[in-house]
C-alpha cells in the first residue's frame, strides 16, 4: 500500500543550503528533514512518511547515499 502525502511544509532552498555552515545542515537534518517516531520508525519531516522500518533497511539507505555522494555538489 503507498500513501499519498500533501503538505505545506516548507524547506531550505538550494543557496540557502550551500551558504549553511556543517554545524548549522546537520541541525537542519536532525530537526527538519528526519525523525525517529515513537516505535523507532525514521521519518521524513516534511510528509511524515517512512524511509526505513528495519535495521537492514537503515543500513541499503546509507549504502545509497555513499553511492550517490560523489555525483552530489562540487
Known amino acids: ?3 499519498k502525502v500533501e503538505t505545506d ?14 554545524g548549522e545542515y546537520l541541525q537542519y537534518v536532525k530537526s527538519e ?3 525517529i517516531d515513537h516505535h523507532d ?6 510528509g511524515e512518511y517512512p524511509l526505513a ?3 537492514e533497511q537503515i543500513k541499503l539507505l546509507i549504502q545509497y547515499l555513499q553511492e550517490v ?6
Open 41 to 46: 520508525v525514521l521519518r521524513s519531516a516534511m
Open 9 to 22: 511544509s516548507s524547506a531550505a532552498d538550494i543557496p540557502e543550503m550551500r551558504e549553511m555552515p556543517a
Open 69 to 74: 555522494q560523489a555525483r552530489v555538489g562540487a
Open 53 to 55: 522500518v528495519t535495521k
Open 1 to 3: 500500500m503507498r500513501l
Open 33 to 35: 528533514l528526519f525523525f
